[in-house]
């Protein structure tokens, strides 16, 4: 990592209040250089609190774009950190609203020469796609980072129609006590207590809403991009990681948007910006690569970026399995279209005799992180183990095969109950026998006509379904075996349907993967020019100190086993920052576990559990605020069953405690 100090342009930044039609102040931080000429302006706009949560990643890209000139500003959406107005559901008509308006109040300041362009990861890059959707007239670009295009299918909610218990419920936990946090006094007085009362009083937790929708209607159309492709008119740079869950929609955007006016990029990254750093790398000079994107269609200069392939990604070598690389190795290729000419399907057809697939409900235990950040205990380890409990199709590679893009496959099955999942992994096999995970796909069989409607099984029907697994690129050497492993559950990824016990047969003679095959000959551009990025570059880091401490760290991922009872539990630490001191004083204590527990026969046992404890201290102005959030899920045959509490502290004293207790039909979940 190359810390850029010198820059085009001296810069300097300010805090905002920007105005919305209805008088809510928006909060927003502001780093511009320092020139007489107007300049283009860039936005991040994000709930995580510009003040604190967020600052350390904002102060290394938003002072490097000032100095490169650009004003850049990060947003702060109404209802969260200092900004007014009370919170909302993700991406609700409000948030976009909001966000056009910033985008047309950035393009009429005298600073600013009416060109924006907008940027963000996750929920930045979500709402960067879905405002161009709206088309503002200023917003002319955007750079889209680990994104979705689909949000009831590309994102934390559902995968193939079924309930994403890992996510569904972490991050609705997660943001229940993101959402409870007050207002900072340094930033906006005396205020903050009168501001964080109000908004605690209208917060809902997101997955009562979220379980309420268990089919793909109209509450997950709103803001999904796919709906209209045809409404993005501003330039779009899509970017995605093979071990981020959302990198499929880089593949869908440079496919239905004009090759004009879009670029994809994938690497071998988890869910974090490419130029950080975390595992797995290599990471890449991303802030420069942006910059030639912002230089052309917000500066009219010629970068050259538009002469890069469509896309360009990284296909990764064999690895062994583990739940960290700090680097895989690889290549990078470019595709000069998607679908692409150099990609073609090759089918596997499953051989031998029918098989009862009948998988313990713990069966995905070793599933991984769904949203890799870069820690120790993300990924996936050795597959052998939930091999054993799956049905497993080999196919022996004699020449080293290059996968590219989203594998299929099609499969025969009769299933005696009306409800039940599939779940596939495709797997490299090495001589010794140990299996890592490639990729794998999901699909809630009453989905199989469609993520709309909810279809049950005619019981002893047999059918032939078919699903995509998720994009990636990856290399597999001779010698090595393509495992394709086919399970009846995947806990705690999946929420079991409550016959799934009793799984389903499946006829390999019908049955068959599609991979899709890259030609091997064809590494860099179409024309052979290698493709390369510079090596990583930020500005001076903030200078957040993490304090030491004696205590023994619990594990990241800690599986337990009762013998006796037949019960598996995952406990999680997602560490998503820890204890940190910020140099203007505050003080941000943040601790959070996440447990997942089931038996291993009993679908009706699943539940989930997330704890959550945030103190925000300012010692020298005698602050001292704490969040306490508890969310748990558990399900009958007939409902899933909420439990939600937030306790709210001021010092010792209790300023807000509430709890829910929901109880959801499952219609499709």
Not at 199 to 224: A, I, K
Not at 274 to 299: C, N, S
Not at 448 to 455: E, L, M, N
């Amino acid at each position: 990592m190359h810390i850029r100090t010198s820059f085009p342009y001296e810069t300097t930044h300010d805090d905002l209040r920007i105005p919305l039609p209805d008088g809510t102040l928006l909060y927003a931080r502001a780093w511009r250089p320092l020139t007489d000429e107007p300049v283009p302006a860039l936005l991040e706009y994000l709930p995580y609190r510009l003040s604190d949560w967020t600052a350390p990643r904002d102060h290394q890209r938003h002072p490097w774009y000032a100095g490169h000139g650009y004003a850049s500003v990060r947003v702060d959406i109404r209802g969260h950190g200092n900004s007014e107005g009370m919170p909302t559901d993700e991406y609700s008509a409000t948030e976009l609203a909001d966000g056009v308006e910033v985008v047309n109040w950035l393009a009429a300041q005298p600073w600013c020469n009416g060109r924006v362009g907008m940027f963000g990861i996750s929920w930045g890059g979500f709402n960067s796609l879905q405002i161009a959707a709206l088309a503002p007239e200023p917003l002319k670009a955007i750079v889209t980072v680990c994104s979705a295009d689909d949000r009831y299918d590309n994102d934390v909610h559902y995968m193939g129609g079924s309930v994403l218990a890992v996510d569904m419920h972490a991050w609705a936990s997660t943001m229940l006590a993101f959402v409870s946090r007050p207002p900072d006094p340094q930033y906006v007085g005396d205020a903050w207590r009168e501001m964080w009362l109000k908004r605690l009083e209208v917060v809902e937790p997101f997955m009562h809403t979220w379980l309420g929708h268990q089919t793909r209607d109209d509450y997950w159309r709103h803001g999904s991009v796919c709906e209209d492709y045809g409404a993005i008119d501003a330039a779009v740079l899509a970017v995605g990681g093979w071990h981020d869950p959302y990198r499929d929609t880089v593949l869908r955007l440079v496919e239905h948007l004009p090759a004009d006016r879009v670029r994809g990029l994938i690497g071998p990254w988890s869910h974090q910006y490419p130029d950080r750093g975390l595992p797995p790398g290599p990471a890449i000079g991303f802030l420069q690569e942006t910059l030639r994107w912002w230089d052309h269609w917000l500066k009219d200069e010629d970068t050259g970026v538009m002469a890069e392939p469509l896309l360009r990604s990284y296909v990764s070598d064999s690895h062994r399995p583990a739940t960290v690389y700090p680097t895989l190795p690889g290549r990078w290729v470019g595709e000069p279209a998607w679908p692409s000419p150099h990609v073609r399907a090759v089918t596997y057809a499953f051989q031998g005799a029918p098989v009862l697939v009948r998988s313990p409900m713990h069966t995905g235990i070793d599933a991984g992180r769904f949203f890799p950040f870069g820690n120790d205990a993300d990924l996936p380890p050795d597959q052998r183990e939930e091999d054993a409990r799956s049905a497993c199709f080999e196919f022996e590679v004699g020449e080293e095969t290059w996968v590219l893009g989203r594998p299929k496959v099609r499969l025969r099955l009769t299933s005696e109950v009306p409800r039940g999942q599939v779940v596939a992994r495709l797997c490299d096999v090495a001589p010794d026998g140990s299996s890592t995970l490639v990729t794998r796909g999901v699909l809630n069989l009453s989905a199989r006509h469609g993520r709309d409607r909810a279809v049950p099984w005619e019981p002893g029907a047999t059918e032939d379904v078919t699903f995509e697994l998720n994009g990636i690129g990856h290399a597999f050497p001779p010698g090595h075996r393509i495992r394709l492993a086919v399970s009846s559950a995947y806990w705690p990824w999946i929420w079991p349907q409550p016959d799934s016990a009793a799984g389903f047969g499946l006829e390999p003679a019908g049955s068959s993967l599609e991979l899709p095959v890259r030609a091997r000959a064809l590494e860099g551009s179409a024309d052979g020019t290698a493709i390369t990025f510079e090596e990583p570059e930020q500005a001076e880091p903030l200078g957040v100190n993490s304090p030491i401490t004696l205590d023994e760290p619990r594990p990241e991922r800690l599986i337990v086993r009762d013998v006796a009872k037949g019960e598996w539990r995952l406990e999680v630490d997602p560490r998503y920052g820890g204890t940190r001191v910020y140099p203007d004083g505050l003080e941000f204590t943040e601790d959070a576990l996440e447990t997942y527990t089931i038996n291993e026969w009993d679908p009706l046992s699943a539940r989930t559990r997330s704890e959550w404890s945030i103190r925000l201290h300012r010692p020298e102005l005698g602050w001292d605020a704490t969040v306490r959030t508890r969310s748990e899920i558990s399900c009958d045959r007939h409902d899933f069953i909420a439990s939600n509490e937030v306790i709210c502290l001021e010092g010792e004293e209790v300023l807000f405690h509430r709890t829910w207790e929901k109880r959801t039909p499952r219609t499709a979940g």
